[in-house]
Structure formats: C-alpha cells, structure tokens
C-alpha cells in the first residue's frame, strides 16, 4: 500500500517536472528556433550575476524565460469592472488543469520491477510507469481534451468585452469542429493495434516490418492518420495556423485580451504544456512510445530502462514539439472561412476516407492470415 | 543564515527590476510615419528580440511598453490617454519620433505639441523618423532606467 503511494507520487513528480519544465523551455525554444529561421541571434542579454565572483551567467538567453514569468507575476492583477468576477478567475484553471490531467494517462516507462533496485521495500511489486493505466485511454484522452473549450468560452463571456466574446465564439467553433477529425484521426491507429489502452499500443509497435527496414511504428505504418492527428491537434490548440481565436491584427487578443499578468500566461502556458501533450500522444501513437527502434535494451539492461525509457520517452517529445514550433514559424494565417472549410470539406472527409482503407486494409490482412 | 536571509530581502527590489527590465512586451501605436521606420525596427535585422523587447502584445493589459509612433493630433490625444489608462503598471513609455517628441514640424493648431502633455514620458527619440539603432538605443536607455527605478511611471 505505502510501496504504490511513494512509487505514484514518484510517477506524479516525474509527469509535472517533465510537463511543466518542457513547457518553460519551449518557451525558449520558441524564441531560438525563430531568430534561426529569420537569421538573427534571437534572446540573448538576459543574465544572472552570480554572487562573489562577478561573473554574468547568459547561458544562450535561457533566463528569459524566467524574466517573463517574474514579471507576469509581479504585474497588476487586473479585473474589468463588469466581468463576472467567479468565472473569470476560474477560467484560466479549466483551460490549464485539462492539460495536466491528460498526462496521467501517458505511458512514459514498461513494466518496472523496483525490487531490484531498491530492495525488499517494494517486494514482489510490478508498476507500470504511468500515472492512471486505464483500459480506455485513448479516449479519455479525448474526453479531458474537449474540457478546454469550455475555459476558453467562460474567458471570453466572463470577460464582458465583444473581443473577447468574438474570441471565445471563434475558438468554440474551432475546436469543436477539429476535435471531430482528431477523434477520427486516432481511430485508425486504434482498429490497427486494437485496443484503447495506450501501453498495449506502445507493446504493440515494438520490432520492425518489411524484412526489418522499418520499425513497426504508427508513421510508417499509416503516414496519413499521423498528419491528420497533427493537423487537428493543431487547431485544438489554436496555434498558427489556426490561430484564429487570438488573431491580433483582427481582434486585440481574443478570448484572453482582459486578462493581465498571471493569468494571462496561464493561457500562454497552457498553450505550451498542450504542445507536450500533443507530442506525447503523437510519440504513444506514432513514434513507439518510449521504445528504441531495432534494439530492444531494456532486454540487455533491465536495470538501466527504468532511466533509460523515460529518457527516450522524453527526448522523443522534445523533437516532436519542436517540429510542431517549426510549423508555427513557416505557415500564414487562415482566414476564418478558410479555417472551417478546411476543418469541415477536407479534413474530415479525408479522415473518414482513411478510416475506411484502413478497415478494408486490416479486414484483408485478417482474411489471407 | 540571518545575514543571507537579510541579503535577499533587500535584494527583492533588484530582482523584480531585473525580471522587468529582461522582459518589456511592447505595444505599439502607430498613428503616422514613423511606423514605416518601426517596421524595420521590428524586422530581422535590428532584432529586439535579443533584449527580450520583441513581442507585441496587442491587449494593453498584457503589454508593458507603450510606443508612441508618430504625429499625435488632438483627436488621437484622447485615444492614447485611454489606452494609456487601460495598460497595469508597471508600464513604460516611448515617444517615438520628432512629433511624438514636441509636435515636430506640425506647428498648428491640430497636433498635440508632445506627448508628454498628456502622459509621462520615460524615453524620448528623436529624428524625422528615428533611425532604428537610435531605437535600440533608447531600449538599453529604457532598461537602465528600470534597472535605477527612475522611471516616472511604475
């Protein structure tokens, strides 16, 4: 009983740590990635003086971020004088806590036996590294992603500002439209391995396909549903090019335009926690999980996975969020109309048409076995 | 351990102007000109970026930083007192450009004769536009005076 509450809480630790620091240092990446892009040197003068030796600490820009989140919070906490003052401090926590919750159902380790390593306290015992193993995961998944939307609507009614009403509406049609072709998106993937639990998935793309060319990973074995998932989820989180909810030169800042200091970078931040979300769920679904490609090591050193997975686990999403930045950087806004077309007359329908060859495809692989 | 718990106490006001002074989100209010010289301001090649002054917040709530550009005429006087009063402190101010400044070559009855009748000013730039180095300049000035806690407006 005391073995699993210390070995969950170790897990919980490890889920915020990770989540929380990668989302503060996408926040960097962010600005680095950018300045490469356009050729410039991007954030680079914010130092710590590092007491007794005078020596000023720049580390590439990295305490900017840092800089940004002091000032966010020792700016003026600003409510507007006709906003439903409940609502609008609740707002910002039911945009954030969503995010956080989906990590509990992310597999970020195998099946770990920490007996060995730390002897007879935990005798006996086998934990799966992931914070809640449920059966359905896949689709609470989905479920806790769709509480966001009603945060950002309650940011912009509470608000009482018609910019922030126009925000909240345009968001609202947004991602309610995308979450539709990011649930089918993943169905696929879901007949394919054939289950919902998110470890089985990871279990099942382990080894290779086509004589060993290939690992057998989600991408390769359905590039298509992959774009679509990252695609959708794009929008989900209203970045560009789907930034229509927050669009600045149409509408100030949409949805969060009363919002100051604090809470607005809880928005920010929760923008960039959803990215690590995304990447996570991209890595279980398509990349193989916290696995190596062609070489299975928790086989050779079982008692070295216990670091290692996490480790790939997290290396993996740190790309992955950083090809999702990239996108962020070369791509124009849509237009409002554009947006929904593209949602509701391509992207579905090519959901749907890609649900069907892959059906059709496994029926036939099933029928010749 | 008393005199370290000390040290950092006092040390609270420095911390909070370093985090400041690394972090300016600016807004800026184009009204004239000189919004074609902030344009290559904000562009690739003088990068304000680097001191952490480059995103543009378009809600005056969340920016701290209010950039005057261009010839204010007593119409648009209002305007940016509001816009003004809508910013949390700690805000800051630049006058950009001559008219910004005093009025520059508008002496009529039209423009306001510098933007400091209306609010306070922490930078002025001066030029007939700015050249953008003169920009960045005023930036580090402006860091500075937050780092001093000089400024007239926080």
Redesign the interface.
């Known amino acids: 009983m005391i073995a699993d509450l210390v070995v969950t809480f170790v897990f919980i630790l490890f889920a915020m740590v990770m989540l929380l620091g990668l989302a503060t240092l996408l926040t960097w990446v962010e600005?680095k990635l950018s300045?490469m892009m356009?050729?410039?040197?991007?954030?680079?003068?914010?130092y710590v003086k590092i007491p007794l030796i005078n020596v000023k600490l720049i580390a590439l820009g990295l305490?900017?971020a840092?800089?940004?989140?002091?000032?966010?919070m020792?700016?003026?906490r600003?409510i507007p004088k006709d906003a439903d003052k409940f609502l609008f401090l609740l707002a910002p926590w039911i945009v954030f806590a969503p995010v956080l919750l989906m990590f509990a159902l992310i597999p970020f380790g195998g099946i770990i036996y920490p007996e060995k390593i730390f002897g007879s306290f935990f005798a006996g015992k086998a934990y799966l590294m992931q914070i809640a193993p449920l059966d359905g995961g896949a689709l609470i998944i989905l479920a806790i992603s769709g509480i966001c939307i009603i945060g950002v609507v309650l940011a912009g009614w509470a608000s009482n500002n018609k910019y922030s009403l126009l925000g909240s509406i345009r968001a609202a049609s947004q991602m309610i439209s995308y979450e539709v072709a990011l649930g089918l998106s993943l169905l696929p993937m879901v007949l394919t391995y054939g289950s919902l639990d998110l470890h089985t998935m990871i279990v099942a793309q382990q080894g290779s396909m086509l004589g060993g060319v290939l690992p057998a990973w989600g991408i390769f074995l359905s590039p298509l549903t992959a774009i679509i998932y990252l695609t959708a989820a794009t929008a989900e989180n209203k970045r560009i090019p789907f930034d229509i909810p927050e669009a600045?030169s149409e509408i100030?800042?949409g949805f969060?335009?009363?919002?100051?200091?604090m809470r607005?970078a809880l928005f920010m931040f929760a923008e960039f926690a959803e990215i690590v979300i995304i990447s996570c769920v991209f890595v279980v679904f398509f990349l193989g999980g916290y696995n190596l490609p062609y070489w299975d090591f928790a086989g050779s050193f079982p008692r070295l996975a216990i670091v290692l997975w996490p480790t790939i686990f997290f290396i993996k999403v740190f790309i992955v969020s950083c090809f999702q930045i990239l996108v962020r950087w070369s791509l124009p806004r849509f237009r409002y109309d554009q947006l929904l077309t593209f949602g509701w007359k391509f992207l579905l329908p090519l959901a749907m048409v890609n649900i069907t060859v892959v059906t059709l495809f496994l029926w036939l692989v099933q029928k010749h076995q | 351990m008393m005199k370290g718990f000390e040290y950092f106490t006092t040390q609270k006001d420095e911390l909070l102007a370093w985090a400041r002074k690394f972090s300016i989100f600016p807004y800026p209010f184009v009204t004239a000109c000189c919004g074609m010289e902030f344009m290559s301001v904000a562009s690739t090649l003088y990068d304000t970026d680097r001191f952490g002054a480059a995103l543009p917040r378009f809600s005056p709530r969340q920016s701290d930083l209010l950039m005057v550009v261009g010839t204010v005429s007593h119409k648009q006087a209002p305007i940016v007192k509001k816009i003004y009063d809508q910013m949390c402190s700690p805000k800051w101010v630049i006058a950009f450009g001559a008219c910004a400044v005093s009025g520059g070559v508008y002496q009529n009855y039209a423009t306001l004769k510098g933007l400091d009748k209306i609010i306070p000013v922490d930078v002025y730039i001066p030029g007939c536009p700015p050249r953008p180095e003169t920009v960045i300049d005023a930036i580090i000035k402006l860091q500075s005076k937050i780092e001093t806690g000089v400024s007239k407006n926080v």
């Open positions: 600005r300045a356009a050729d410039r040197i991007g954030a680079n003068r914010c305490f900017h840092m800089a940004d989140g002091l000032k966010m020792s700016k003026e600003f600045e100030i800042a969060f335009t009363e919002y100051s200091g607005m």
